[in-house]
């Protein structure tokens, strides 16, 4: 199993570009989340899903959209880059039941909005 | 809504003594779920302990243990014969058990270990 795989790991853009983040899991998790991890704030969760064809918002989701057409996929979209999305993106994934099963993380992808 | 709070942005211990990192959490829920998570220089997120909060019991995992208090709402993680490799970014998180079972996470303690 590769577990969570983040595409890419480092990107740079200017400001205005846009870019598409990929999260995938082979684990046939129900779940899936996107967070930023910013220095001193810790984690905050962007959007989420709890199946295919459906995602939530979350604590900080403006800026951001997602989609997830497949159950192992969740992409995280920029529409319209800006410095402050400047950040470590965490994808990760988990089962629906039991509760107590804990999320499994990807690697993170370093963005820096120029 | 629930928050999560570390006191201690930087810790530091002897190499093979104990440390305990601090942890608060504010809920109004009786169903939740608590974990530390280990996050290293490779910035791959580890599990390192889980507690469920209808446990009285202190989860324990090798050199790894908690101190459960949910009246005071407090989760503070304790780790014994401190080796180089836990040198690291510990983040505690809350977990609600329903819904989506979004996490909610402190901002982090810098753990140095000294040798």
């Known amino acids: 199993n590769a577990g969570v795989t983040q595409t890419p790991k480092f990107r740079v853009l200017k400001t205005g570009q846009s870019m598409t983040l990929l999260c995938a899991q082979d684990?046939?998790?129900?779940?899936m989340y996107w967070y930023r991890q910013d220095p001193g704030m810790g984690l905050r969760l962007i959007h989420y899903s709890v199946g295919e064809g459906t995602t939530a918002k979350g604590e900080v989701p403006d800026g951001y959209n997602v989609s997830r057409l497949k159950k192992q996929n969740f992409l995280l979209g920029l529409e319209s880059a800006a410095p402050s999305q400047t950040s470590v993106y965490f994808c990760a994934s988990r089962v629906a039941r039991p509760s107590y099963n804990e999320q499994f993380f990807g690697p993170g992808t370093r963005l820096t909005v120029l | 809504a629930q928050t999560v709070t570390q006191s201690q942005p930087e810790m530091s211990v002897q190499e093979a003594e104990t440390v305990t990192l601090s942890c608060t959490y504010d809920?109004?829920?009786?169903?939740?779920?608590l974990f530390w998570y280990k996050q290293p220089p490779s910035r791959q997120m580890i599990l390192v302990i889980r507690q469920e909060a209808y446990k009285q019991q202190n989860a324990t995992e090798n050199r790894f243990s908690v101190n459960f208090q949910k009246a005071a709402k407090s989760f503070s993680l304790k780790i014994s014969d401190s080796q180089l490799g836990d040198a690291a970014m510990y983040f505690c998180a809350y977990k609600t058990g329903q819904g989506a079972q979004k996490l909610v996470f402190g901002q982090g303690t810098r753990l140095t270990i000294n040798p």
């Open positions: 684990m046939n998790h129900e779940y």
């Open positions: 809920t109004s829920e009786s169903d939740y779920y």
